[in-house]
T-cell receptor
Framework: DAMVIQNPRYQVTQFGKPVTLSCSQTLNHNVMYWYQQKSSQAPKLLFHYYDKDFNNEADTPDNFQSRRPNTSFCFLDIRSPGLGDAAMYLC???????????FGPGTRLLVL | KNEVEQSPQNLTAQEGEFITINCSYSVGISALHWLQQHPGGGIVSLFM???GKKKHGRLIATINIQEKHSSLHITASHPRDSAVYICVVNRGSTLGRLYFGRGTQLTVWP
């Protein structure tokens, strides 16, 4: 059974058109993470939530926002996607932040 | 300089060979993770270590906290082991703060 679900798996958007990526989890984990992974690079942490507490990485562009309306769901909003934002976006969860992370399958974003 | 360094960056092996991937880090950690990423993006967590050694099937992971070093070993390698292996450390002082290595691309030929 899927534990970390990401929708959609593939997203095509236009340059500058806002887009929202979705992540849900059935694990009831406290911590949820969003990562950006570009080709041949390691995943880069964008931000994470511990419960409702939002933690932004210092180098995450303002163009990227996140919402966590409840324990199960977390959204990544890209307000004005640029060509450089085309990447795989990975969602992960962890029970406390110091334990194993469980990754979703990712959403591959293409910006035209 | 990256806080987490992996070597080698690329590794090619023949089926059946014993494989070692190394990870060195420069920060204090509470845990170290080894992840496996197959083509297409799916990531699987293989191990989480804070000391000693763990074994799962043909995979063995070790960590030496004093030397700030971890190794991932694959015995009797198989083409299905072909993937990117990523070392990730969890900073002890900051909840949720992770540092990623750049990954090791492993290709195992039949």
């Amino acid at each position: 059974d899927a534990m970390v679900i990401q929708n959609p798996r593939y997203q095509v958007t236009q340059f500058g058109k806002p887009v929202t990526l979705s992540c849900s989890q059935t694990l009831n984990h406290n911590v949820m993470y969003w990562y950006q992974q570009k080709s041949s690079q390691a995943p880069k942490l964008l931000f994470h939530y511990y419960d409702k507490d939002f933690n932004n990485e210092a180098d995450t562009p303002d163009n990227f926002q996140s919402r966590r309306p409840n324990t199960s769901f977390c959204f990544l909003d890209i307000r004005s996607p640029g060509l450089g934002d085309a990447a795989m976006y990975l969602c992960a969860t962890s029970r406390t932040g110091r334990e194993t992370q469980y990754f979703g399958p990712g959403t591959r974003l293409l910006v035209l | 300089k990256n806080e987490v360094e992996q070597s080698p960056q690329n590794l090619t092996a023949q089926e059946g060979e014993f494989i070692t991937i190394n990870c060195s880090y420069s920060v204090g950690i509470s845990a170290l993770h080894w992840l496996q990423q197959h083509p297409g993006g799916g990531i699987v967590s293989l191990f989480m270590l804070s000391s000693g050694k763990k074994k799962h099937g043909r995979l063995i992971a070790t960590i030496n906290i004093q030397e700030k070093h971890s190794s991932l070993h694959i015995t009797a390698s198989h083409p299905r082991d072909s993937a990117v292996y990523i070392c990730v450390v969890n900073r002890g002082s900051t909840l949720g703060r992770l540092y990623f290595g750049r990954g090791t691309q492993l290709t195992v030929w039949p």
